[in-house]
């Protein structure tokens, strides 16, 4: 995206977000005014700084943007509203945000969507810390290290290491990739079955919901080592699918989109179930997050290629 409809962009969210305070100032109570005025008027002045940025470079209008973004959460999270937080839409909030690219070498690690004991008993507390902040920081660092490396590469023109950087770049990406999708397809109110169209889909494709789990469960504990079970939209085919990935970038089918994905590399379980690996599984199924799966599948099936 070029500068200029960055900041167009940019106007548009701060004009959101104003008009979002609004609403919020006169949801909350009288002594958290304070800090949401404040707020706004950090905002404000972003606002007016958009018109007048020709020294500031997109890297740092992106950061400012992001800094009172994360303010804005810290001050939402700490408000006592008249009504529920989470039947307020946020939805223009974070647009902006997911606009933007990801920079060279700038992924980050997401924060988990709930609190690290939320999945407890079925996943412990100690392991989610463990999975995401380690286990899943060092995919996101190894992947930008991999990206700058390839950008040096591209820059003094010199590939004589590019097959240990294409398959870190793979490993690590696939890494943080489907972490990011594994918390987000997890949620303490989890379990049960999905409704609608992909339920349908899943009895046209298995035959039966009871089919589909146990096929997906059989694949997970069958992965050889280290790997994932993954069930996938197949946009050539039109129909869902069940596959195994052997440590992360191991996938042997590709233009999918992965949709329930189930991490059962060791550090997922071994702090509680050690090498039950099928005892986690079991216990997974109740903190699926079908809610997250299908808006997931509702994106992806747009995409549909001509059927061969
Ligand atoms: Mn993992």
Redesign the pocket.
Known sequence: MNKESYVDQMKQWTEDLLKQQETFIDLCDQREHDKLAAWKERVEKFRDSLNDIEDIEGEQLKKMAEDLYLEGEQVYTGISFTQPFNELDLGEVQFAERQMAVPIGQHKLPPLPYPYNALEPHIDQKTMRL?HDK?HRSYVEGLNKAEKALQQARLVNDYQLIKHWERELAFHGAGHYL?TIFWEIMCPEGGGKPSGELLQEINDAFGSFAQFQKQFSEAAKAVEGSGWAILVWAPRAHRLEILQAEKHQNLSQWDVIPLLVL?V?E??YYLKHQNNRAGYVEAWWNVVCWKQVTKRFNEAKKLKWKPY
């Open positions: 999975h286990h972490h991490d590399w550090h997922a």
